[in-house]
């Protein structure tokens, strides 16, 4: 399908032009904004040729793949002149971490391009200097790495333009504001010792700096609302941007710009802290849950932290790391999955899956292969927890805000650590033998039709473990549950906090934020109960757990109470879930969906599994 037919398609069913407040993308994903997020069908864009997948966390993220850039300027097309829908009657209330997000990520994500382009020439030139190619001494390579250094040091500008663009607002006059605190000869005497009406102004090099310059635009755009509702139209051309730069640019000297400096300083310092406590099992640790993070789009919340490290220290030791391990083991596992399936389609996604990892975009990997199989997932956190435990104990560093792979590799070319990018060489070499291994021995070719038509029955009935009412797992407002990436079952959304055993069985895990367990049939079937949405932010308040971690349960016994009107004041979708993880592909029958029950009604009956349908 061609861009234009995708673009007009995923626009139709995000709820049209009017209903995106904000659109943006990243290297695979068109990333919305919306007036209202009900109106997506998520469905219909799965069902788009050309579209991988789509996630909705703090934005509707439509994962496209190499092609997202001439999607995203055919939906800047049909949005050219469209009004956002200013009234678009009762709409839910976002949860503030929500917000937060969205706006970190709307301001943040633009910006990699431009560092990536810059951080790439900079690591180049230093390779062609290590090679003896072009000396660091020559006016040329001092120039092209001024060219390099440029994005990085003009940070505040950039930053300046995306939060402008996101809050609405003039963006040559957030320019302009931020621009006056790089002026050289300000620069200069606030370096000397200055005061502004006899008030004195900290010595900070805003160059290189993020904060001070969102912190100066989010005030310009009050100061722009301010002034544009009490001046009379025929001055208002010149006035507000007058009266606003007057206000602003002292304000972010004063007071905004050392507030914004000391965050940064401190944000950056906290990450390096936990790195120097817990050292490469962070990396380790990361690398191991970030196709969870990629999946659901939380992984862009790392970016705040990559651009202040760099603009900080010029260099970051943590998330790239990871990022390496993660991208690499995606890519051994698709080539492991290549050799071992009899699957033609399944073969041919795989590669060129796998080919796209090893470049470091992994989005084809895991919605067409690891997200689909969960012995493959086990795989690619195995692979990805020994790369980034590889790489972490090296100490890696990289130099440059891009995604790694292998023709990323010179963003760990260092000047001071000779030897910084062969141990990534050597951390990628672990990621994708240890993934691609893995995945080798795990692999188990998904059960056909054909077999699971003569598989043998064996019915196990599950009563219901919450009173309420009984919804399919599609209708869940979460990905992870909807697309049944965990496996099938049901939701319940509760109409009492209490969870009971829905069958005899065995503990066999159970959440310190105790909204969470896991248990295991008799005959071997393993069954996660999952209480709300986002719960697990609670920490455990609102919960009380009744069981422990290898206790033997009986259908009907109360496992957890968990208090409901609370966890709705907090914010909470309190819709709790049963899935049946292992094993996959089971028959259920599902008996009551869409209908209100207590515990003591049958939910659901297994009528098949795994094991039984290969025995």
């Given amino acids: 399908m061609e861009e234009k037919t995708v673009a007009k398609e995923v626009l139709k069913n995000v709820g049209g032009a009017k209903n995106v407040s904000h659109l943006e993308h990243c290297s695979t994903r068109l990333r919305f904004t919306l007036v209202d997020d009900s109106k997506v069908d998520q469905a219909a864009i799965k069902a788009i040729p050309g579209v991988l997948g789509v996630t909705q966390t703090a934005q509707t993220q439509v994962i496209i793949g190499g092609a997202v850039v001439e999607v995203y300027r055919e939906v800047e097309k049909l949005l050219s002149g469209v009004q956002a829908d200013k009234n678009p009657g009762p709409k839910k209330k976002q949860n503030w971490k929500a917000v937060v997000l969205d706006f970190v990520i709307s301001i943040f994500q633009p910006l990699i391009p431009a560092i990536a382009g810059g951080g790439i020439l900079k690591s180049l030139l230093m390779l062609l200097n290590l090679v003896g190619v072009l000396d660091k001494t020559t006016s040329t390579y001092q120039i092209l790495t001024f060219v390099g250094d440029a994005p990085l040091y003009f940070l505040p500008l950039l930053v300046a333009i995306t939060t402008a663009n996101k809050l609405k607002v003039n963006s040559l006059v957030a320019v302009s504001a931020v621009g006056g605190l790089l002026i050289p000869g300000l620069t200069a005497l606030i370096t000397e010792g200055t005061n502004l009406a006899g008030l004195p102004i900290q010595n900070i090099n805003y160059a290189y700096q993020v904060f001070p310059a969102i912190l100066c635009v989010i005030s310009y755009s009050y100061l722009e609302k301010f002034f544009t509702k009490i001046s009379p139209k025929v001055i208002r051309s010149f006035f507000v941007p007058m009266m606003s730069l007057l206000i602003v640019v002292p304000l972010t000297l004063l007071v905004l710009g050392p507030i914004g400096f000391t965050f940064g300083q401190g944000f950056a310092s906290v990450i390096m802290t936990i790195f120097a406590r817990f050292g490469w099992i962070a990396v380790a640790l990361l690398a191991a849950f970030l196709p969870f993070m990629v999946v659901t789009g939380m992984h ?38 290549t050799i071992r399936s009899k699957d033609k389609g ?57 995604g790694p792979g292998i023709a990323s590799l010179s963003m760990f070319i260092s000047e001071t650590l000779p030897n910084n990018l062969m141990y990534a060489v050597i951390g990628l070499v672990v990621s994708f033998i ?17 077999t699971e038509e003569n598989a043998t029955s064996n019915e196990l009935v599950f009563h219901a473990p919450v009173e309420g009412k009984v919804i399919p797992l599609s209708k869940v407002n979460d990905d992870v549950f909807a697309s049944k990436m965990l496996g099938d079952g049901v939701a319940i959304i509760p109409t009492k906090g209490e969870l009971y055993a829905p069958i005899n069985g065995t503990i066999k895990m159970v959440y310190n934020t105790k909204h969470a367990l896991g248990m295991e049939t008799e005959d071997g079937t393993e069954i996660l109960f999952h209480i709300g949405l986002d719960t697990v932010n609670l920490d455990g308040k609102y919960f009380e757990s009744f069981v422990r971690e290898g206790q033997a349960v009986t259908q009907g016994e109360l496992m957890i109470k968990f208090d409901l009107e609370e966890i709705k004041k907090a914010g909470f979708d309190p819709t709790t879930m049963i899935v049946i993880t292992e094993p996959k592909h089971v028959a259920l029958n599902i008996a009551a969906e869409e209908q209100v029950i207590t515990k003591e009604e049958k939910i659901f009956i297994i009528e098949g599994t795994e094991e039984n349908a290969i025995a």
């Fill in 300 to 337: 862009k919340a790392m970016i705040p932290y990559v651009i202040t490290s760099l603009g900080e220290t010029g260099k970051e030791i943590i998330y790239n790391a990871a990022s390496l391990a993660h991208n690499i083991s995606e890519a051994g596992a698709c080539f492991a999955v």
């Fill in 346 to 402: 399944l073969k041919a996604t795989a590669v060129s899956a796998g080919i796209s990892a090893l470049f470091g975009i992994t989005e084809p990997a895991l919605y067409g292969v690891t997200i689909l199989h969960k012995r493959v997932l086990y795989g690619v956190m195995f692979g990805s927890l020994i790369g980034g435990a590889t790489l972490g104990i090296l100490g890696v560093e990289a130099y440059v805000a891009v």
């Fill in 434 to 450: 240890a993934s691609f291994t893995a995945v080798f021995v795990l692999w188990k070719e998904p059960v056909n039709e054909e």
